[in-house]
């Protein structure tokens, strides 16, 4: 079938972005945010990446005064923040909207304005942060922030505050994304695309979501506790007033377990993708690996109390937290072995996606059994608080999130920007990037074994821990270099990468079947779907139904088990009213560590801006009584 | 260098309505998925209050007055009330009956703004300040959390009537006041249980 | 990759025989949590292998294959799905059983009589109470915790501010000091010698510089040093003691404590036996006639955010008060 221009030309104008900045501010296109949400993050990251050289830098030597003990506890504290609120989560939930509605075969998400306006949230909290930190009112108590220490009485000022109220941004931003997402992926498959039809990645996405919307609200209620404590006295975590300073610690870790598998998740539905596609076979264990994802997720909620084993609660509660995080391994083991099983029975081919899934199994295994040590809450009280766990953490969320989101970024850069990387200087980083970082971090797990506690400054002369944490930094910095090598191989290759083509990869799902770049409405045709792997399915041509309004933007809303379409769905157009209720929250977050009286003034804006939003655009009515529309 | 793949039409979907009722509708989704994050949150503060008071030696501790009931009580009455209208706006919103959609979005607003002043009331009755211990600050966060609820409601109901009474109503706008119901069926369903937090817990212990 | 290894072998022979060291366990606890280290460094080692090999193996016989890669079900891989979730279960049981018998080895002497101790966290530094069993009494000294060799001590942990722990890694685990909370600790030393703990929970500017010196003693030599620690200091010996003395009575005594003086200051550790302490400014500076001296005249300088203002004094009162402190045996 020979596409029609004339269709293409129509559809092109009600799809496409008013030009220049209105156009930049008021878009809903899924993928035009995703890619801000991502430059926005490796931005941070680079930034998080130089706190963390600096810190490095200080503990090279012992005793060193370099840098003074405010300006460290300001960088891990601004270090960890920042990757965990500011990078790690917001870089999926933005992988999952710019892939979502491609995998899905459908012209954008469920909520394109709600979309946009995750982006500006989350851009208000990046810029309070990091403005305050201009400021030199850095957060400086850590990424959790444990009262009393953040409490009225020892932490005066506002830097506490800051970091609060950063997290209230990110976490509402994450909230309406992940509505967002899962939305989609329930209601907005492909004609065929049954539950048992879609694939692991849109699986892994929508558990992620739906663990986001259980989660998140308990740091945002924990959040708002601390910053009511320090702002209007309240006695929540007080102890001598009936209130109880291992609450927060509860809270906190109820979001702060689940927090790590939201970033983890995902990462495990991008090597799903790659594997399959670079070992030129389906998966091997499909419902093995959904259900492993569905009750990683489910046991990461009964997990918590695991980063609280030193805290002296009672020993048949750290039974069974033991348990329960050991068993978390048996689901993580056995989709490690459908993904091995995959290659070992499939045509793999090397290409550098490939060589980051290899580097995920090598790094990420590590971090999940030294996880599976601290894990006893005995063990734990030796290594808990020490380099062993920082080590771990870091063998985790960079093995098990960073690797996987490196391969993804490399396999589906050619979808987003129709040219290849280079695949020379994608090798030459990931080799700096992984030798770098198991040579940074493996000697952590000795310096803990060896008593280094976290969080110091600086550590005294004769401890034996200068070789180790030498070895540490130069492993960081090579980490470093090689991190540069592949930010600059994917800047370069925008303008100078071989041409792509819709399919360079031989994809086995639906995004690979729209154009490279993909158009802004991504599909002019909605593909019906017969399998898992729509892509290799022997009918050729792809099947597809015609349909959906040119002349206006529209989309098609199918049933959550089958994906029977059900209805047209009126999809918005580019929209201002993003940005003024994202404007409105922000000043009402900001306005609210100096004032409580932020929160009901605050409050009459946003409402402003929220009638703006929903404010249906219908006819009003003419004359005669008022009657029913058509 | 190839381009997208050959396909070929093989249906239409342009026989397909452009509206949906019920759990159908994709909106219906996102307000679940706003209900599910609010109610997380709910039962996390209710958490927090138990939490607290089994850690206490007594509840409310010794010297804190209990809740008064009157005022509790008149505010559950007549949000239980408010559950008629709600319900009856939620049928004529799937029936696509203009009048009942209008008219009971009025009245939930009216429901709304009255609530407000047994709700100020019980603030004034709860018996011990936000400040003074821990008792005092979980106590206020459950009732200040419903009453965001309560006043996010009153004011949707609000602009949606306005909206109503002025202009020609379509499809998409009965599923929004069936979106708008059912929320204010969660905001009576939610208080439930906060209600016999706050005011039979400490009696009970 | 491989230099791991190789790494691992040279530093952990290096790091074994520390001070503040998981590796080398000198106490009942620290011994079995030690010996549940080397049992999951075994077990966690060996499914480390089985993974390599089977992702080696993998990309090894597959490299550069021609032939269509299997599709379907395949009997072989799905047995094999079993046999590797039993692996799985077989290594998670060992562990868990293995840290049930870790936890019962820390508390079993949960039930038998032991030195009773008190150790109450303070930013930065530690108060240090030993009860005596004789007259009830609790005998205060800080920075500096001995134990005698083959008794248990159990330690009540609590916190005067905010969140700390205490870890002493060659004797045993570490419990937070939580305020609001009495947290109990069983430390049963069996090696005699000098170790160090250290604060590790994130308790603010100067945490890294909140540790304390730990002496086993053997168990007359324990006896001797409480009751030393229970005498009320000596009048001060010589003119210059004494004038120190009169200066520390000003300024110092509204922190410090000197039993047997008027100076009686709780804000600040307990100084009535200070110079028989290795190190000051819990553990951040060795005990030297100079190391006292930089203290007293710039404390910030050497441990800036301490809570331990810098107090002006003559050069010739500074001399005096440091000369004081030394003879506080």
Redesign the interface.
């Known amino acids: 079938?020979t596409p029609d221009p004339a269709l293409e030309d129509q559809i092109s104008r009600t799809w496409g972005d008013p030009p220049g900045l209105w156009g930049f501010i008021a878009t809903v296109d899924h993928k035009r945010i995703a890619a801000r949400y991502i430059v926005t993050a490796l931005l941070l990251m680079f930034l998080a990446g130089m706190l963390a050289l600096d810190m490095r830098w200080q503990l090279t030597v012992p005793e060193n005064t370099r840098m003074?003990?405010?300006l460290y506890?300001e960088s891990f504290s601004l270090h960890g923040s920042t990757m965990l609120y500011l990078v790690s989560v917001p870089v999926m939930e933005a992988m999952a909207f710019w892939l979502v509605p491609l995998m899905l075969g459908a012209r954008n998400m469920?909520?394109p304005r709600?979309g946009a306006f995750s982006y500006w949230l989350y851009l208000g909290g990046v810029l309070t942060l990091w403005i305050a930190h201009a400021m030199d009112i850095t957060p400086d108590?850590?990424w959790f922030e444990?009262p009393?220490?953040a409490g009225p009485?020892?932490s005066p000022g506002h830097r506490a505050d800051i970091w609060a109220q950063m997290i209230t941004f990110t976490e509402v931003a994450a909230?309406c994304a992940?509505?967002?997402v899962?939305?989609t992926i329930?209601?907005?498959r492909p004609?065929g695309m049954t539950l048992a039809r879609m694939p692991v990645f849109l699986w892994a996405m929508l558990i992620a979501s739906i663990m986001t919307?259980?989660s998140?609200?308990?740091i945002?209620?924990v959040t708002s506790?601390l910053i009511?404590?320090r702002m209007?006295?309240?006695?929540?975590f007080?102890?001598?007033?009936?209130?109880?300073?291992?609450?927060f610690q509860?809270?906190f870790w109820?979001f702060g377990h689940p927090e790590v598998y939201i970033i983890f998740i995902p990462a495990t539905g991008f090597v799903s993708s790659i594997v399959e596609t670079f070992?030129?076979?389906?998966l091997?264990?499909h419902s093995?690996l959904v259900l492993s994802i569905i009750s990683i997720g489910a046991l990461a909620f009964g997990l918590w109390v695991h980063h609280m084993f030193?805290?002296?609660l009672p020993?048949l509660g750290?039974?069974f937290y033991?348990?329960a995080s050991?068993?978390i391994?048996?689901p993580a083991?056995?989709q490690?072995?459908?993904w091995?099983?995959t290659?070992?029975?499939?045509?793999?081919r090397?290409d550098t996606p490939m060589l980051w899934v290899?580097a995920f199994?090598?790094t990420f295994?590590?971090g999940g059994?030294?996880g599976?040590?601290t894990?006893?809450?005995?063990?734990?009280?030796?290594?808990?608080?020490?380099y062993f766990i920082v080590a771990h953490f870091h063998y985790v969320l960079v093995g098990g999130a960073l690797f996987p989101l490196f391969g993804a970024f490399c396999y589906w850069y050619p979808k987003a920007t129709g040219r290849m990387m280079s695949e020379r200087w994608g090798k030459i980083a990931l080799v700096g990037i992984v030798?770098g970082f198991?040579l940074g971090f493996?000697?952590m797990h000795?310096l803990?074994?060896?008593?280094m506690?976290?969080?110091?400054?600086?550590?005294?002369t004769g401890?034996?821990w200068d070789?180790?944490n030498q070895?540490a930094t130069a492993g960081s910095v090579i980490s470093v270099l090689g991190g540069l090598v592949f930010v600059a191989n994917a800047v370069v290759s925008y303008w100078r990468g071989a041409?792509?083509?819709?399919?360079?990869w031989q994809g086995s799902t639906l995004e690979w079947?729209?154009?490279s770049p993909a158009p802004p409405w991504n599909f002019t045709?909605?593909p019906?779907v017969h399998s898992l792997t729509p892509?290799w399915d022997e009918s050729?041509?792809?099947?597809?139904?015609?349909?959906?309004a040119s002349d206006h933007r529209e989309v098609?809303?199918t049933?959550v088990t089958d994906a029977a379409?059900?209805?047209?769905?009126?999809s918005t157009s580019p929209s201002i009213w993003p940005i003024v209720a994202a404007v409105a929250v922000t000043i009402m977050f900001i306005a609210s560590i100096f004032t409580p009286w932020a929160v009901p003034l605050g409050?009459v804006l946003i409402?402003a801006a929220l009638?703006g939003w929903?404010?249906?655009l219908?006819?009003?009515?003419k004359q005669g009584p008022?009657?029913?529309?058509? | 260098?190839?381009?997208?793949?050959?396909?070929?039409?093989?249906?239409?979907?342009?026989?397909?309505?452009?509206?949906?009722v019920g759990s159908?509708?994709?909106v219906w989704?996102?307000n679940i998925?706003?209900m599910?994050?609010?109610g997380?949150?709910f039962a996390?503060?209710a958490a927090?209050y138990l939490?607290?008071m089994t850690?206490?030696p007594a509840w409310p501790?010794k010297g804190d007055a209990l809740p008064g009931l009157l005022w509790g009580g008149i505010f559950t009455a007549l949000l239980l009330v408010s559950e008629i209208p709600a319900l009856w706006v939620l049928r004529c919103a799937r029936a696509?009956k203009?009048g009942g959609v209008?008219w009971g979005t009025l009245i939930l607003t009216l429901f709304g703004a009255a609530l407000l002043v047994p709700r100020g009331f019980e603030f004034a009755h709860l018996g011990v300040p936000?400040?003074?211990?821990?008792?005092?600050?979980?106590v206020?966060?459950l009732l200040v959390l419903h009453t965001t609820h309560v006043?996010t409601e009153l004011?949707e109901s609000a602009?949606q009537t306005v909206?109503l009474?002025?202009?020609?109503?379509?499809d998409?706008?009965f599923s929004?006041v069936e979106d708008n119901s059912n929320y204010w069926t969660f905001v009576v369903v939610a208080w439930l249980p906060i209600y016999v937090l706050i005011y039979w817990a400490p009696r009970a212990v | 990759?491989r230099r791991?290894p190789i790494?691992?072998a040279a530093?952990?022979l290096?790091?074994c025989g520390?001070i503040?060291?998981?590796?080398s366990p000198a106490g009942d606890e620290?011994a079995?949590?030690h010996d549940?280290?080397l049992l999951?460094?075994a077990v966690?080692g060996a499914?480390?292998l089985l993974?390599?090999g089977?992702?080696g193996?993998?990309?090894w016989?597959?490299?550069g294959?021609?032939?269509?890669?299997?599709?379907g079900e395949?009997p072989a891989?799905d047995r094999?799905?079993w046999v590797?979730?039993a692996v799985?279960?077989a290594g998670?049981t060992i562990?868990?059983v293995?840290?049930?018998l870790?936890?019962r080895a820390?508390?079993a002497a949960r039930g038998s009589e032991a030195l009773q101790v008190r150790v109450t966290g303070h930013?930065y530094w530690w108060r240090i109470e030993y009860r005596d069993p004789a007259t009830g009494r609790w005998i205060e000294t800080a920075n500096e915790l001995h134990l005698p060799q083959g008794r248990t001590a159990r330690v009540a942990?609590g916190s005067a501010?905010?969140?700390h722990?205490f870890?002493v890694?060659n004797v045993?685990?570490?419990?937070?000091m939580?305020?609001?909370?009495r947290?109990?600790i069983d430390l049963t030393p069996r090696r005699l010698g000098w170790f160090?703990g250290?604060?590790?929970?994130?308790?603010?500017?100067?945490?890294?510089h909140m540790?304390f010196d730990v002496k086993v003693d053997s168990p007359p030599a324990f006896d001797a040093w409480l009751a030393a620690q229970a005498r009320p200091a000596s009048p001060a010996p010589d003119p210059i003691a004494a004038q120190g003395a009169s200066v520390f009575a000003g300024p110092c005594a509204a922190c410090h404590a000197v039993r047997g003086t008027d100076a009686g200051g709780r804000a600040g550790p307990d100084l009535t036996h200070f110079a028989s302490r290795r190190s000051i400014a819990a553990?951040t500076l060795p005990m030297t006639r100079g190391n006292v001296q930089a203290w007293i005249a710039q404390p910030q300088a050497l441990k800036?955010?301490v809570p331990m203002p810098a107090v002006p004094l003559s050069p010739k009162d500074a001399d005096a008060v440091a000369h004081y402190l030394a003879t506080l045996r």
């Open positions: 079938m003074t003990p405010q506890n469920a909520f709600l108590l850590g444990y009393p220490l009485a020892y909230l992940s509505v967002n899962a939305a329930l209601k907005m004609p919307i259980l998140m609200p308990a945002m209620l506790m009511s404590d209007v006295s309240t006695h929540f007080s102890p001598g007033a009936g209130g109880d300073v291992i609450l509860h809270l109820f070992s030129r076979r389906r091997f264990g093995v030193a805290v002296g020993r750290n039974d033991t348990a050991m068993a391994a048996l083991g056995l490690i072995f459908c091995i099983a290659i070992w029975s499939g045509r793999p090397f290899i199994v090598l295994v590590i059994l030294s599976i040590m894990a006893s809450a005995a063990l734990d009280l030796q290594l808990t608080d020490t030798g198991n493996f000697p000795l803990g074994l060896m008593g506690p976290r969080r110091v400054y600086t550590y005294p401890m034996g070789t180790l070895i041409p792509s083509g819709a399919d360079p079947a729209s154009a045709y909605t019906v892509m050729r041509p792809l099947p597809v139904m015609e349909g959906l098609l809303i049933s379409p059900l209805y047209r769905q009126k409050s409402g009638t929903f404010w249906p219908r006819p009003r009515a008022l009657g029913r529309g058509a | 260098m190839n381009g997208p793949p050959d396909m070929e039409i093989v249906g239409t979907l342009s026989d397909l309505p452009t509206s949906a159908r509708h994709l989704w996102g998925g706003f599910l994050i609010e997380t949150g996390l503060a927090a939490y607290l850690q206490a501790p696509k203009v209008r936000w400040h003074q211990d821990g008792y005092g600050s979980v206020w966060l006043v004011g602009v909206w009474f002025t202009h020609q109503i379509g998409d706008q929004d | 990759m791991i790494l691992l530093l952990l290096n790091g520390g503040q060291s998981v590796m620290a079995a949590l549940l280290l999951s460094v966690c499914i480390y993974v390599m089977g992702l193996w993998s990309l016989r597959r490299r294959a021609t032939v269509p890669a299997l599709t395949e891989l094999s799905l590797a979730a799985i279960l998670l562990l868990i293995g840290s049930f870790a936890d820390l508390f930013q942990l501010d905010v969140i722990s870890w890694p045993a685990g570490k419990i937070d939580v305020p609001g909370r947290n109990l160090r250290q604060c590790s929970e994130y308790c603010g500017t100067q945490h890294a540790a553990g800036p955010g």
